[in-house]
């Protein structure tokens, strides 16, 4: 992630927050302490633990919502009251959602092929990271109303999830891709916002970029595991 923002780029160009080296540094700190978080929680007890209450999609969702998506409003609402205990919380709650998910796929399909199948997952999601940077910097197009898309594709993939779990398991293929998609467009809203200055804190920034390039990370995660685990077969 550390690439994505590079001096390059950010001149393509809209005007842009001079701290800009430190969202990136707070942005790829956060990702990097989360992938070691899963890495080590697979090896835990916690893992199978994961992997159970996500093998329910109805369980799984209330989970990351509560973890995740609670996290994120806690984080937001402590840099909003400049209470970083507060966001510390928040952000806590985040890196356990995400560890706990990204625990339960390593424990699930990981075997000996946990630490090359998050080294692949981080060079894919760094590149898709820098290709949205890229269109992001280099257009003057208004993103603004990204962040409504994104909670479409999320409302869209829980109910065709929720379908999926009555009807036909296939569907639930298509809820994954809804998910994934929310969080690339999510990720498009925060490198915008990032251009725009469009949040007065830094670290507002750093969580937002963060939770979507997190969100995109364990979708690629799901994907490479599951294509190596096929080919070690």
Known sequence: MSSTFDRSTLNAGATVDRNISKIIGMGTALVAVNILVMLGLSYTPIAPLGAALFSSFFVGIAVFAVTVGGGFWIATKGVERGSMGLAGVGVLLIQGGYGLFGAAILYIYGGGLRVPALGITTVVTGAITAVVATVVFKSNYDFSGWQRYAFGCFI?????????????????????????????????????AVRENRYASDLRNAIGIYVAVMGVFVHVLQWVLRILSMLNR
Not at 162 to 178: D, E, R
């Open 156 to 192: 869209g993939g829980l109910v065709v999830g929720a379908a999926g779990v009555f009807l036909n398991p296939i569907l639930l293929v298509v809820a994954g891709l809804l998910f994934f998609l929310g969080f690339v467009v999510d990720l498009t809203y925060e490198i915008w």
